[in-house]
């Protein structure tokens, strides 16, 4: 299964480019974005260059005499910056890496200078000590094993009863919710969900805590709101029942719900190295913490895998990866939920710029791809699908991608409506068949990437997509 | 969960759900845990059976665009424009050293034009927003855009101004196809005809007012001034008939532009009117002193003039007399005048004295006649020396004519006549005649309105006074000045009586002309087909 055990194979290729989307969907605000691009160009930049390895760095002048020293890796990424800013990355980071995503030429390719030295061979050298011990499936448990597994145990069932406990509780509201009636809901409003879902919080269930909250906007959501509050309620208490029945639930589902009540398990089993093709990645502000959705897609495995990664106050999650370019990884699936959420481990080489899109289907076959997930999970709202040879056409208020060699129509999510996301696709399309990935589910599919089939896709319609060479996969979020 | 529930109607059980299962129970559950159960079984298995949805009509596909696509550099480069422009703030007074990226999206367009770049598909939705909200941008955008724009702009709302100008992105039938041509000026869209009575126009002057005839009496007035506008491109001779009788129109605006575009025809009848009156009123008088200009206002509008598109009352302010024998002056041809004074040129009559105090009246009258029949000899007797401080010279007052007549000159001399005007008056009225000199800037010109920009420096005022100039030599210095410029970001110690801090202002300042001359040599480079 391994071939290189020890250090990631780093070629003297120069790392992919990202490109000026990807860096600024780094910044951790809007602000930080404007101040960022207004630092993208070689103006304000001296000193600067890039090695084969991924790191950039550059000098920034700014109002005091001495220039601000700013490194980037952009293998993590990971920055530091001579500025007193707290935000993180910073806008000299995100400005230099705009200029290294320009391309221009004010970054040759050269030797790391001596003032990012420590910083940059302190992270080298952790990095290849973290890939010297074993993979990270078995490293992550055994480092962070616990010192006391007696203690442990102990800690895991007290957590199991407390949730035991707001199951029981949210099952007496949800009755006694049917029994007066759902109208009444709309009347008492989101004071009574707020309420519920901190009492979940209390019992550590965090994903019963976020379903409540959920609940409490439907009132609010517009007409046919009774039955999608029933929906909802019918499926927290699905979700009740089958956690205050877990021992009689066969393991693969047992591990579904407890994930959907809350508890992490952490990625376990073999890891997968495989060629996995950047699809979409997107961040969904939840309160103060940021929750960051990277989706793959492996080559040769033909899974699809979902990466997690979270960046609370003000600074972005941790993980970026150049939406359009393959990267040869590993990765360990967590357990429950169709094992679509995985744990990226160790990389090899660097990212190619290139990725053909993954073999598509029918609107048909994403629809019951959809249906066919929820044996395993009926918690799920939407499926990771591409489509092959769609045409985005109008329909009523909304829209639909339609087969292009027939009549069946998916429509797209009312979410992605809004999006500017929507009129690149329908400007790629051009009324013409193009791939589509995205989410499908009961409300329709969130598109997320595109491909377009025509030439154009080689160097022109791709647009802001790819790294260097058009990998021509279009991001749509 | 258990496994035996009669399922009742989804309907059903919304309905007990919202009333409440204790004033509405369900048939054969038990309680509201029952009611939950039977609504979770219901929602799964909805969701798993899900089937596609039938399709709606497909729109057309886009018609093909044969341009080459855009170079991989230049793309990125677009990209990072239009980015940018949600991004940008009013630039007040202070703006850093980074170059504003908004402000040279109508240059990108207009280089990539040139190339005939076909626009990048994806790019295409910023592009039209970018449009929408940027009038100036939208014949270059569109043109860039190309007839994929065009498809996209008819399938959203928000981007309606695209097909407004243009003919819809309906292909316009050929000209010498009579009937396709009269079909489609009988029931095209407004914008389709116009488009349509343009390529007529081009192709056979005639034809076209012809074809404007067969409806012209039942056209909406504002239809009718826009067709008549349309003839400005391209007018001649043959137009004069047809605007003889639009002289006594209904709409008064549709005479006023008939008058308008008439007077720009020297030879028509309409001129040799006008001219007539004019004369009547300007006479050279012979004094001892040698030649001056006498005038002698119209004493009344009588219906002759008023059907010749002269306004009979004067706006409040202005003394009828004179309101009249402007109008006259500005649309009689200015051929006259040389006759008129004894073959002297245009240079020579504008240097006469002129008595009782007409001078102004008859040399604002004749700015607007320069401007309206194209005249560079005059518009150059008009404008005067630059060194001439712009109160005192025969020219107009106001520096928005002295620009239009500026525009008249050929490019080079127009850069060198606005060069020694900042020589000679600063910066500080020079704003508006940058504005239409020939862009990139000649060298004479970028020399002088940098030295200028050092002088003011030096004189110690801060840069925000001069950020409309400054921002214009972002965008209209030759980008190879950049390196020559570079001595100029340097911060030099503070002179004396120096306003505080305004050193560091302008070298920050100097920096982002600098690098946004840099930004701009680059940007034309990536755009160069390879």
Not at chain 1, 20 to 34: G, K
Not at chain 2, 202 to 210: K, P, R, T
Not at chain 2, 305 to 312: I, N, P, Q
Request: proline share 9%; charged share 20%; net charge negative.
């Amino acid at each position: 299964m391994l071939l290189s055990q020890g250090e990631p194979l780093r070629t003297a290729a120069p790392a992919a480019r990202w490109t000026v989307e990807q860096v600024l969907a780094l910044a951790p605000d809007e602000a930080s974005r404007r101040a960022g691009s207004k630092l993208g160009s070689t103006g304000p930049w001296s000193g600067g260059g890039c090695d084969g390895s991924g790191a950039v760095w550059g000098l920034c002048k700014g109002s005091g005499s001495k220039p601000y020293q700013t490194v980037v890796d952009t293998t993590g990424p990971a920055y530091k910056c001579s500025c007193p800013s707290r935000k993180f990355p910073c806008k000299h980071a995100l400005g230099l890496l705009l200029v290294w995503a320009s391309g221009e030429s004010a970054l040759p390719t050269g030797e790391v200078p001596d003032w990012t030295g420590e910083w940059l061979t302190g992270r080298r050298k952790r990095a290849a000590e973290k890939e010297g011990k074993d993979g990270p499936a078995a490293g992550g448990a055994s480092a962070t094993g616990p010192a006391d597994p007696e203690a442990a145990r102990r800690r895991a069932e007290r957590r199991a009863e407390r949730i035991t406990g707001g199951a029981q509780e949210l099952e007496q509201r949800l009755t006694d919710l049917l029994r007066g009636g759902l109208a009444a809901a709309d009347q008492s409003g989101y004071g009574l969900w707020e309420e519920t879902a901190a009492r979940m919080v209390d019992a550590q269930a965090p994903g019963l805590a976020a379903r409540v909250r959920e609940l409490g906007s439907i009132p609010a959501s517009g007409p046919g709101w009774p039955a999608r509050l029933l929906e909802e309620c019918a499926l927290l208490h699905l979700l009740d029942s089958a956690w205050l029945g877990i021992s009689r639930l066969p393991e693969p589902l047992a591990a579904t719900v407890r994930t959907r009540v809350g508890l992490t398990a952490s990625a376990e089993g073999p890891p997968i190295r495989d060629k996995w093709l950047v699809l979409a990645q997107y961040d969904t502000p939840d309160g103060k913490i940021v929750t960051r959705r990277i989706w793959l897609h492996g080559r040769d495995s033909g899974r699809a895998a979902m990466l997690l990664s979270f960046g609370a106050a003000g600074r972005s999650p941790g993980l970026a990866l150049p939406v359009g370019v393959t990267i040869d990884a590993e990765i360990t699936p967590y357990p429950g939920m169709g094992r679509l959420r995985a744990e990226l481990g160790r990389q090899f080489g660097v990212p190619s710029p290139a990725g053909t899109p993954p073999p598509g289907g029918t609107v048909a076959a994403a629809i019951a791809a959809y249906g066919h997930a929820l044996r395993d999970d009926p918690w799920l709202d939407t499926w990771p699908v591409t489509l092959h040879e769609v045409i985005p056409v109008p329909s009523g208020n909304g829209w639909q991608l339609v087969d292009a060699a027939g009549e069946a129509a998916l429509p797209l999510a009312p979410s992605a409506l809004s999006r500017p996301g929507l009129w690149k696709l329908v400007a790629l399309s051009g009324g013409s068949p193009v791939t589509v990935f995205g989410e499908c589910g009961h409300r329709g599919l969130d598109p997320l990437a595109a491909w377009s089939a025509d030439g154009d896709g080689a160097a022109g319609s791709a647009g802001i997509s790819s790294a260097d060479t058009a990998s021509g996969t279009v991001r749509l979020i | 969960m258990p496994h035996t529930i009669t399922p009742a109607p989804w309907e059903e059980l919304v309905t007990a759900a919202l009333l409440g299962t204790d004033r509405r129970p369900v048939e054969g559950n038990d309680g509201p845990a029952g009611l939950l159960d039977a609504a979770a079984l219901h929602t799964v298995r909805r969701r798993a059976g899900l089937l596609p949805a039938p399709a709606a009509p497909r729109p057309g596909p886009a018609p093909v665009d044969p341009r080459p696509p855009l170079p991989t550099a230049a793309r990125r480069r677009l990209a990072q424009l239009l980015a940018d422009r949600s991004a940008a703030g009013g630039s007040g007074g202070r703006r850093g050293t980074a170059p504003d990226l908004t402000e040279l999206i109508p240059q990108w367009l207009a280089t990539a034009n040139q190339h005939g770049f076909r626009a990048p598909a994806a790019l295409l939705p910023p592009l039209l927003d970018a449009a929408r909200s940027r009038t100036d941008l939208r014949p270059q955008a569109l043109v860039f855009a190309g007839p994929r724009g065009l498809w996209l702009a008819g399938l959203n709302p928000e981007w309606k101004f695209a097909l407004r100008g243009s003919s819809g992105g309906s292909l316009l039938p050929d000209v010498t196809d009579s009937e396709a041509v009269a079909r489609l000026w009988e029931e095209g869209l407004f914008a389709e005809r116009v488009a349509l009575l343009g390529a007529v126009r081009a192709h056979d002057s005639a034809q076209a007012l012809a074809l404007l005839a067969t409806t012209w009496s039942t056209e909406r007035a504002e239809d009718r001034l826009m067709f008549l506008d349309s003839l400005r491109a391209g007018l001649s001779a043959v137009d004069e008939t047809f605007l003889e009788q639009a002289l006594s129109d209904r709409s008064r605006n549709v005479r006023s532009t008939a008058a308008e575009l008439l007077s720009a025809l020297p030879e028509s009848a309409f001129a040799g009117r006008m001219a007539a009156r004019a004369m009547s009123c300007v006479s050279p008088d012979l004094a001892d002193d040698g030649v001056s200009v006498a005038v002698e206002a119209p004493h009344e509008c009588d219906a002759a003039m008023e059907r010749d598109g002269v306004v009979a009352v004067p706006p409040s302010g202005r003394g009828e007399r004179s309101w009249w024998f402007g109008q006259l002056v500005e649309a009689t041809p200015l051929a006259t005048w040389p006759a008129r004074f004894g073959g002297r040129t245009a240079q020579e009559i504008v240097a006469l004295p002129v008595a009782d105090g007409w001078a102004e009246e008859l040399h604002a009258a004749w700015c607007r006649a320069a401007v309206r029949q194209r005249d560079p000899e005059w518009a150059r007797a008009l404008l005067g020396a630059p060194s001439v401080p712009p109160s005192t010279g025969p020219g107009p007052a106001s520096l928005a004519e002295r620009s239009e007549l500026l525009a008249l000159l050929p490019a080079a001399e127009r850069g060198a006549w606005v060069a020694a005007f900042i020589a000679a008056h600063g910066l500080s009225e020079a704003f508006q005649l940058l504005g239409v000199c020939p862009t990139p800037w000649s060298e004479p010109l970028g020399r002088s309105v940098v030295d200028a920009l050092d002088i003011a420096r030096d004189a110690g005022s801060y840069p925000w006074s001069f950020s409309g100039v400054m921002g214009l030599a972002e965008r209209c210095l030759n980008p190879a000045e950049a390196d020559r410029l570079e001595v100029l970001t340097t911060t030099p110690d503070e002179p004396e009586n120096a306003s505080p801090g305004a050193n560091g202002y302008w070298s920050e300042a100097f920096q982002r002309l600098v690098s946004t001359l840099r930004l701009r040599a680059a940007m034309d480079l990536e755009l160069i087909p390879g």
